[in-house]
């Protein structure tokens, strides 16, 4: 399932017309073919193994390529986690970890259509739900409608076969626990999008985070792997399943999609992302072999329809935010005092220093080389004035102030830190152009 959470985080300024799209769409696919893949599964596998298997392996390898400039030895300078995003990143890998061992057995309980739709039905709602109580803002209209719409197609999706059966006189059940083990699904998905998305929007890189969570969790799961032995892993099937489901579902579908992301905007990516549940539904009534009736066609729709109302809100959000009317001279005299505050070299250092990190007076003028006690001093009022950085006087002896970034500061670091690794990056360019330029002019 996609991260659309932290895609927000994600600016995409050239977006590709056509290989974005497919590349999304693509993923789109792959996300739809887990159920139908798990399905086909040895009999007697535990679903929860078979999903464990492919997150052990596929969070692994997203992992590796994610650090893998670190575990070489040349990678360039990243933030560094503070404990409370450590904390996050455990509670992030632990959601990723629930997914398997929720979505899968719901599969097995009430098939592949069902329990993907429940999934991607309840995840937009929880993930509304979790971040108004975070405080991240109250619901919209909206994403009102939407929520409504998705849990009336739910209802039928799930409520419609039953009365049918009971109007017939054939009676019928719901499978109250398989319908939870869904929701469960999509209520971890949530969490992990929401903790993935915070995250990002302070700095840190998309794939560094999603890599981290996914690595983590790959060994929160190896348990329920090893307790479900190796057996079925040793058949050809059970081996091309867990392949699929690591090297297709999980590592080349999270990286078709970040590539489709750096390619298109990011309303048309959540968009195109429906195409999941239409995979999924297609795959089991054709592969599996499921008979869904005509009123859980329509619950579907109803469904879907709460998900195109949720990516139209999106998109007049995008809309609204580009069409701002210009800013009035106040603002505009703000802004010029901003910007001259960070618009100069000790300013931008001492961003780029800070980082994720809480540092000393004397810690930040050990790693700003030439700075002056004076200018140090000096910046760090300015950019504490401006809400880019917090201190924290102790009452110690000898006094003790600890400094560092706010939410707006780590979200300005992301540009400082993209400038800064530019410069790096193009040293040796700088020093040859310099020089050719000073020799031509001499």
């Given at each position: 399932?996609?991260?659309?959470?932290?895609?927000?985080?994600?600016?995409?300024?050239?977006?590709?017309?056509?290989?974005?799209?497919?590349?999304?769409?693509?993923?789109?696919?792959?996300?739809?073919?887990?159920?139908?893949?798990?399905?086909?599964?040895?009999?007697?596998?535990?679903?929860?193994?078979?999903?464990?298997?492919?997150?052990?392996?596929?969070?692994?390898?997203?992992?590796?390529?994610?650090?893998?400039?670190?575990?070489?030895?040349?990678?360039?300078?990243?933030?560094?986690?503070?404990?409370?995003?450590?904390?996050?990143?455990?509670?992030?890998?632990?959601?990723?970890?629930?997914?398997?061992?929720?979505?899968?057995?719901?599969?097995?309980?009430?098939g592949v259509a069902v329990a993907t739709v429940v999934a991607l039905g309840s995840a937009?709602?929880?993930?509304?739900?979790?971040?108004?109580?975070?405080?991240?803002?109250?619901?919209?209209?909206?994403?009102?409608?939407?929520?409504?719409?998705?849990?009336?197609?739910?209802?039928?999706?799930?409520?419609?076969?039953?009365?049918?059966?009971?109007?017939?006189?054939?009676?019928?059940?719901?499978?109250?626990?398989?319908?939870?083990?869904?929701?469960?699904?999509?209520?971890?998905?949530?969490?992990?999008?929401?903790?993935?998305?915070?995250?990002?929007?302070?700095?840190?890189?998309?794939?560094?985070?999603?890599?981290?969570?996914?690595?983590?969790?790959?060994?929160?799961?190896?348990?329920?792997?090893?307790?479900?032995?190796?057996?079925?892993?040793?058949?050809?099937?059970?081996?091309?399943?867990?392949?699929?489901?690591?090297?297709?579902?999980?590592?080349?579908?999270?990286?078709?999609?970040?590539?489709?992301?750096?390619?298109?905007?990011?309303?048309?990516?959540?968009?195109?992302?429906?195409?999941?549940?239409?995979?999924?539904?297609?795959?089991?009534?054709?592969?599996?072999?499921?008979?869904?009736?005509?009123?859980?066609?329509?619950?579907?729709?109803?469904?879907?329809?709460?998900?195109?109302?949720?990516?139209?809100?999106?998109?007049?959000?995008?809309?609204?935010?580009?069409?701002?009317?210009?800013?009035?001279?106040?603002?505009?005299?703000?802004?010029?005092?901003?910007?001259?505050?960070?618009?100069?070299?000790?300013?931008?250092?001492?961003?780029?220093?800070?980082?994720?990190?809480?540092?000393?007076?004397?810690?930040?003028?050990?790693?700003?080389?030439?700075?002056?006690?004076?200018?140090?001093?000096?910046?760090?009022?300015?950019?504490?004035?401006?809400?880019?950085?917090?201190?924290?006087?102790?009452?110690?002896?000898?006094?003790?102030?600890?400094?560092?970034?706010?939410?707006?500061?780590?979200?300005?670091?992301?540009?400082?830190?993209?400038?800064?690794?530019?410069?790096?990056?193009?040293?040796?360019?700088i020093s040859t152009a310099r020089a050719r330029f000073d020799s031509a002019g001499s």
């Amino acid at each position: 399932m996609p991260n659309h959470l932290a895609t927000s985080a994600l600016s995409t300024s050239h977006p590709t017309p056509r290989r974005g799209p497919a590349a999304i769409l693509a993923a789109a696919a792959l996300w739809g073919s887990t159920g139908t893949a798990a399905s086909l599964a040895p009999a007697g596998t535990p679903a929860a193994a078979i999903g464990s298997a492919g997150l052990a392996l596929g969070g692994l390898l997203l992992f590796l390529t994610a650090h893998g400039d670190r575990l070489r030895g040349n990678g360039s300078a990243r933030l560094r986690y503070r404990r409370s995003e450590r904390l996050l990143l455990v509670l992030g890998a632990c959601a990723v970890a629930g997914y398997p061992v929720t979505f899968y057995p719901a599969i097995a309980r009430i098939g592949v259509a069902v329990a993907t739709v429940v999934a991607l039905g309840s995840a937009p709602v929880f993930a509304g739900l979790l971040a108004w109580a975070a405080g991240q803002g109250r619901p919209t209209p909206h994403w009102t409608a939407a929520t409504l719409l998705a849990v009336t197609g739910c209802a039928v999706l799930v409520l419609g076969p039953v009365l049918l059966a009971h109007g017939a006189g054939r009676g019928g059940s719901i499978d109250v626990f398989g319908i939870g083990l869904a929701a469960c699904g999509g209520l971890t998905y949530a969490v992990y999008s929401l903790i993935g998305g915070k995250l990002i929007a302070r700095g840190h890189d998309s794939s560094r985070v999603m890599g981290a969570m996914f690595g983590l969790a790959a060994l929160l799961v190896l348990p329920v792997v090893l307790h479900a032995g190796f057996a079925w892993l040793a058949t050809t099937r059970g081996a091309a399943v867990a392949a699929h489901l690591a090297l297709l579902t999980t590592f080349l579908a999270y990286r078709l999609f970040g590539y489709g992301l750096r390619h298109t905007t990011v309303a048309v990516a959540t968009t195109l992302t429906l195409a999941e549940p239409a995979v999924a539904a297609v795959l089991g009534v054709s592969v599996v072999g499921e008979r869904l009736p005509l009123v859980s066609w329509c619950g579907m729709a109803i469904l879907a329809a709460g998900l195109v109302v949720l990516c139209a809100g999106n998109v007049r959000r995008v809309d609204a935010d580009s069409d701002r009317t210009a800013p009035t001279p106040e603002v505009s005299a703000i802004a010029n005092q901003v910007f001259g505050n960070i618009a100069n070299k000790w300013a931008l250092l001492v961003i780029d220093v800070l980082g994720a990190e809480t540092l000393r007076f004397g810690q930040i003028k050990a790693r700003v080389e030439g700075v002056s006690h004076k200018m140090l001093t000096q910046t760090l009022r300015n950019l504490e004035r401006d809400g880019i950085i917090e201190r924290t006087p102790y009452a110690t002896v000898p006094p003790r102030v600890d400094y560092h970034l706010t939410e707006a500061g780590h979200e300005l670091q992301r540009t400082v830190h993209g400038l800064c690794h530019w410069t790096r990056s193009h040293l040796d360019h700088i020093s040859t152009a310099r020089a050719r330029f000073d020799s031509a002019g001499s």
